[in-house]
């Protein structure tokens, strides 16, 4: 059964460093999602991303996050300037019939900043 | 501003019995919803969802109800599993609620 893998399952990086989280999405998948969940709190959207461009975002993606499709099957989550508080769990995800529909975790990527 | 509310953070119930999990929204505008489920160390999975134009969607053991008037919907699991201990969300558009523990006792 096709499924949405991300790599790496556990990044730790030093505050103030670029870090890049990857997904590939489940191939014939046409919407592509970033959330996270910070430890012991709920799952947050961050950007939905369709035809090669954002579609629709939350508060939380601020001129740090960028999103990008580089090269037809990944897609990755690029934060500029890690912060402390960005600590948390990455889910990436993917969907086939509209944005707000079923969507196909990956699981996840653990992002650690020190 | 919880635009999708889950209010009782756990749930426990003996093997073979109903589970009830309910989730509350405050935004009029959604109009399809969704559960997942999830274990730890894994990513939500998708299980069952609703439009808001029916008020009763099923897939085996499990039924979502939707009362569009109250703004209420109900995941209903029959008969519970002891696998299906997990953490349960209800979710509108991209807003997840905060989630359910759900404990099946064997």
């Known amino acids: 059964e096709p499924e949405v893998t991300q790599t790496p399952s556990h990044q730790v990086t030093q505050m103030g460093q670029e870090v890049i989280l990857r997904c590939v999405p489940i191939?014939?998948?046409?919407?592509f999602y970033w959330y996270r969940q910070i430890l012991g709190q709920k799952v947050e959207f961050l950007v939905s991303f369709y035809n090669n461009e954002i579609s629709e975002k939350s508060e939380i993606f601020d001129d740090q996050f960028s999103v990008e499709r580089p090269d037809g099957s990944n897609f990755t989550l690029k934060i500029r300037s890690t912060k402390l508080e960005d600590s948390a769990m990455y889910f990436c995800a993917s969907g086939t019939v509209s944005a707000y529909n079923e969507q196909f975790f990956g699981p996840g990527t653990r992002l650690t900043v020190l | 501003d919880q635009q999708v509310k889950q209010n009782s953070p756990s749930l426990s119930v003996q093997e073979g019995r109903i589970s009830i999990l309910n989730c509350d929204y405050t935004?009029?505008?959604?109009?399809?919803f969704l559960w997942y489920k999830k274990y730890p160390a894994e990513g939500p999975t998708f299980l069952i969802s609703i439009s808001s134009i029916k008020d009763k969607n099923e897939d085996g053991r499990f039924t979502v109800f939707l009362n569009k008037s109250a703004k209420h919907l109900s995941l209903h699991i029959v008969p519970s599993q002891p696998g299906d201990s997990a953490v349960y969300f209800c979710?509108?558009?991209?807003?997840f609620g905060p989630g359910t523990r759900l404990s099946v006792l064997p």
């Open positions: 191939s014939n998948h046409l919407y």
């Open positions: 979710a509108a558009r991209f807003v």
């Open positions: 935004n009029s505008m959604f109009d399809y």
